[in-house]
């Protein structure tokens, strides 16, 4: 069994996952919730494995490089952070009730990069551009901040749905979810992290850029829309600290925040640049 054969399997542990988290929402029943999380953290032990064994697999191959090079292992590592850091933020709240808004992100990932027919699992030599140490550091930074900024938009939408039920003065599908305060101070908490890992990657990419093509900043289409990525968090942060945004106005920002995230890895990825490898 190879690790893109484990890697389709997971993608059902991650949607049973979900499921659980999903029943426990609606009907409240608590063991639900604890079935979700340990579903969850085993898929995301097995998933760590497969990246460890793909990695294995390329130097059995006589390629030798980290599972972190194209769309398809991108994706899969993706997958993997969110539930590392959905794992760690369930812990230190006690609460499972943003499983069923994480959860379907980590599957949906997954699935897209196991089942999408014009994705290729095959391990491929790398491209003179990616043979660079930086790879690991930069690829990292970066989906810890995408990973942290795909739990803040989870939060957001929890946010505004919890909003909507106040309104109408119905509890039966977000009683469990917590206060508005507490989710607002969340989503601050994971934009910050996002922010800083998302500064961190834009660093690395920068000094991998110039050691690779002679130049720190080409305005290479990704380059562009993960600046205006980082411009939009940026401003999340202003308006928070400075300005005293809250509530509504964050979670709005921040959905708008994740929409340029997915643009950035995805969309520019068939625009003709420097990085365009990434499809």
Not at 137 to 164: N, P, Q, R
Not at 228 to 245: E, F, P
């Amino acid at each position: 069994m190879n690790s893109s054969i484990i890697l389709s399997f997971i993608t059902f542990i991650y949607f049973a996952s979900f499921m659980s988290y999903l029943l426990m929402l609606v009907m409240g029943k608590s063991f639900l919730g604890r079935i979700g999380t340990w579903i969850s953290l085993i898929g995301m032990i097995i998933h760590g494995a497969a990246i460890i064994l793909r990695w294995m697999e390329s130097y059995w191959l006589g390629i030798g490089h980290a599972p972190l090079s194209n769309l398809y292992e991108s994706l899969a590592f993706f997958s993997w952070t969110i539930v590392l850091l959905y794992q760690l933020v369930e812990w230190r709240t006690k609460n499972r009730t943003l499983g069923a808004f994480v959860m379907p992100l980590a599957f949906l990932a997954l699935a897209y990069a196991s089942f999408s027919p014009h994705i290729s699992s095959q391990i491929q030599p790398l491209i003179p551009a990616l043979q660079s140490n930086w790879l690991i550091t930069h690829v990292i930074t970066c989906f810890l901040g995408y990973a942290a900024f795909a739990i803040s938009f989870s939060l957001s939408i929890m946010y505004l749905l919890k909003g909507v039920d106040n309104k109408v003065k119905s509890s039966s599908l977000t009683k469990h979810i917590p206060k508005q305060g507490v989710l607002d101070d969340l989503n601050y908490q994971m934009v910050v992290i996002g922010f800083l890992m998302l500064t961190l990657g834009i660093i690395t990419g920068s000094v991998w850029a110039h050691s690779a093509w002679g130049s720190y900043w080409s305005w290479d289409p990704k380059e562009t829309w993960s600046l205006i990525t980082w411009l939009i968090y940026a401003a999340v942060l202003h308006s928070r600290m400075v300005r005293g945004w809250r509530g509504k106005r964050i979670s709005i920002l921040c959905l708008i925040g994740f929409g340029c995230v997915l643009f950035t890895y995805f969309g520019v990825n068939y625009l003709p640049g420097l990085h365009s490898y990434g499809k």
